[in-house]
């Protein structure tokens, strides 16, 4: 158990840069997760922490130890892999007791562990088959096991659910959550998928390019994003960004619209952010704006409209009883409580 | 003509060519090995003697028996040497490795060469007078400097061994590589997380995984060091005396140089049986269901 500190972290690969001059403070028992695209250097930053990676400039601190020199055996961190990384030649039970075998734990203590950690994992009668036998997310639970099998410092979760159907991994996701919060164990976790990191995590940090754009708990990271890209990356479906200017207080469309009051100062360019969730749709007449509809999907617990909006395409959430069609003209109300105004050319938030 | 003629005509010039040249010498060979079979006895080819040439290679002919020991111990050290320097290359060298990729292409050079060849330079580089390793050797190894590697009955044999691991590591180092490869990497990082050492990664996790590839290896090897001929012909011509003497170089005397190609039949099909449980050995891990 312990806190990870992360100072100045660099990663570079020639000219090009994974980890940009990184710091970060993890908390002792707290579950962070690093979420971001493909290449936004978020796995590199966790095997720099499990040793599997040399950074090139920075200090890694596990506990009250700079590991930066230690190889991955001698950090004490226990770590899941994607294609889970588990031994094909060994039986599930061999796969969970390694980490306690090469650690030298004595062998009458090996078979309690490993069958505790089964349990939680709830495996135990899988043990004497090969990985080969087992179901994808029978090998998830696998990998899963044997990281628990010993009490480490710190977990590492590399992208652990990305390899399961979808269905699955809504259920592993609560059966992780209920495991992480019952092992209260430091916890680094990797995903680029958002309902995973808003779920699971304590907080959150958002990297893009080799950098963090944003840290904080989910609900700051939802409510409360700080650019462009944190903005457009979370929530399902993404924010809808909206091209205009600020006109005595109030947010013009690019095609002249006057539209909400915002509480801002004048500027000939913004981008208006508004979350799916946060426009009223009404019949045609009724609202801020008529649109078109390009295209109406019911998903059952609510409905998307994309509608035309000059030259963009933006989506609002409709209740779930509201019947259009294609072509039909509805208008929307956007709640001025919840809008996000960004400078263009910066990305970063102005109100 | 129906499709199925054109398809046995097409074929046939092929099956003619194998026939001749591989499966009748051999059903040929088997005859002869029961016959008295002396190239300088006419009438003596179809001379039949039944099981005599083949009890007699095991009762009346001592130096049967050391080329047997020859070739066994020559099998066991070049098959056993090759696969390991050939392993330790490999894993230096496998993508992760110590080593640079480039230097792989360095390495396939000897394989490039014919074994008669490497037996030619292997004796050159020998020679006591401007033999370069024998001149390497001296200053390195004060005590070997005045010895006459290949007159030498231990040292003949220490040079034909040499000889044959150096030829034969290219080779083997490429298939192992190919094998190292195909171990997924993330098993391999997972043990490191779990806590062990280098050695410990490469014994449990590396070594059971490259397994199948390493038996394929070793049988391989263990066919061509059996059968090893040109090579030891060149180098030492299986001297001095018998001590290099392989079972092929047995075969090869005993039917030409002597002319008693009957006879020197009936050892080639004794040295048949173990390469048939090497075959089938190799044939069961190649094409294994798995």
């Not at chain 1, 409709?318 to 019947?323: A, K, N």
């Not at chain 2, 040497?81 to 390495?107: E, I, K, N, Y």
């Not at chain 2, 012909?233 to 090869?252: C, E, K, R, V």
Request: hydrophobic share 45%; charged share 20%; with cysteine.
């Amino acid at each position: 158990m312990a806190k990870v500190v992360l100072k100045n972290l660099t990663k570079r690969w020639g000219d090009f840069i994974g980890v940009d001059n990184q710091s970060l403070d993890i908390l002792d028992k707290e579950f962070l997760v690093l979420l971001g695209p493909s290449g936004c250097g978020k796995t590199t930053t966790m095997r720099m922490i499990a040793g599997l990676e040399e950074p090139t400039e920075g200090e890694i601190w596990i506990g009250d130890r700079k590991v930066n020199d230690d190889l991955p055996k001698d950090r004490d961190v226990a770590m899941v892999f994607q294609n889970y990384g588990l031994y094909p030649h060994m039986t599930i039970f061999d796969n969970i007791a390694y980490p306690l075998k090469v650690r030298g734990t004595p062998k009458a203590d090996i078979a309690p562990r490993v069958q505790k950690a089964a349990e939680q994992v709830e495996l135990t009668e899988f043990l004497h088959r090969k990985p080969k036998a087992l179901s994808g997310g029978q090998r998830q639970r696998v990998a899963l096991a044997r990281a628990i099998v010993r009490t480490p410092k710190v977990f590492l979760m590399d992208e652990p659910l990305s390899n399961l159907d979808a269905k699955l991994r809504v259920t592993m996701r609560a059966e992780l959550k209920h495991l992480s919060r019952a092992l209260k164990i430091t916890t680094i976790y990797v995903t680029h998928d958002q309902i995973e990191a808003m779920t699971l995590a304590d907080r959150v940090a958002v990297m893009k390019n080799g950098i963090i754009q944003q840290l904080g708990t989910p609900d700051e990271i939802y409510n409360d994003p700080t650019n462009l890209f944190v903005a457009g990356f979370i929530g399902s479906p993404a924010m809808n960004l909206i091209n205009g200017s600020v006109q005595d207080g109030h947010f013009v469309t690019t095609g002249g619209t006057k539209l909400v009051r915002v509480a801002a100062s004048d500027r000939a360019q913004v981008v208006l952010g508004v979350r799916a969730d946060d426009m009223r749709v009404a019949e045609e007449g009724q609202g801020d704006i008529d649109v078109r509809i390009y295209a109406f999907e019911n998903t059952g617990e609510a409905t998307l409209l994309t509608v035309q909006w000059g030259k963009q395409r933006v989506i609002a959430k409709g209740d779930r009883h509201l019947r259009k069609d294609q072509d039909d003209v509805v208008s929307i109300s956007l709640d001025p409580d919840h809008l996000y105004l960004f400078d263009p050319d910066t990305g970063n938030r102005i109100t | 003509m129906r499709d199925n003629t054109l398809k046995y005509l097409l074929v046939l010039p092929a099956v003619l060519v194998v026939f001749a040249t591989a499966i009748w010498p051999l059903i040929e060979s088997l005859r002869l090995s029961f016959t008295v079979g002396r190239l300088n006895r006419p009438g003596s080819l179809d001379q039949y003697l039944g099981w005599e040439n083949y009890t007699w290679a095991f009762s009346q002919e001592p130096a049967f028996w050391n080329s047997v020991w020859i070739t066994a111990i020559y099998t066991v050290l070049t098959v056993a040497l090759t696969t390991l320097l050939a392993l330790g290359l490999a894993m230096l060298l496998a993508p992760g490795g110590r080593f640079r990729s480039g230097v792989q292409t360095l390495l396939i050079l000897p394989f490039a060469m014919s074994p008669a060849l490497i037996g030619v330079s292997f004796r050159f580089m020998f020679n006591p007078e401007f033999g370069l390793f024998d001149a390497f050797f001296g200053v390195m190894i004060p005590p070997l400097a005045d010895v006459s590697w290949l007159a030498d009955p231990i040292l003949a044999f220490a040079v034909c061994v040499m000889a044959d691991v150096w030829g034969w590591i290219p080779f083997l180092t490429l298939v192992l590589i190919g094998g190292l490869a195909s171990v997924p990497q993330d098993t391999i990082e997972a043990a490191q997380v779990d806590g062990a050492s280098g050695w410990r990664v490469f014994r449990d996790v590396t070594l059971p995984q490259l397994a199948p590839v390493l038996a394929v290896v070793i049988i391989l090897k263990s066919i061509f060091s059996l059968k090893t001929f040109d090579q030891i012909f060149m180098l030492t011509n299986g001297g001095p005396g018998t001590a290099t003497q392989t079972l092929s170089h047995y075969i090869y005397f005993n039917g030409m140089k002597y002319g008693q190609i009957g006879y020197a039949a009936s050892v080639a099909w004794l040295m048949v049986i173990p390469m048939i449980f090497l075959t089938y050995a190799y044939a069961k891990f190649v094409f294994r269901k798995d």
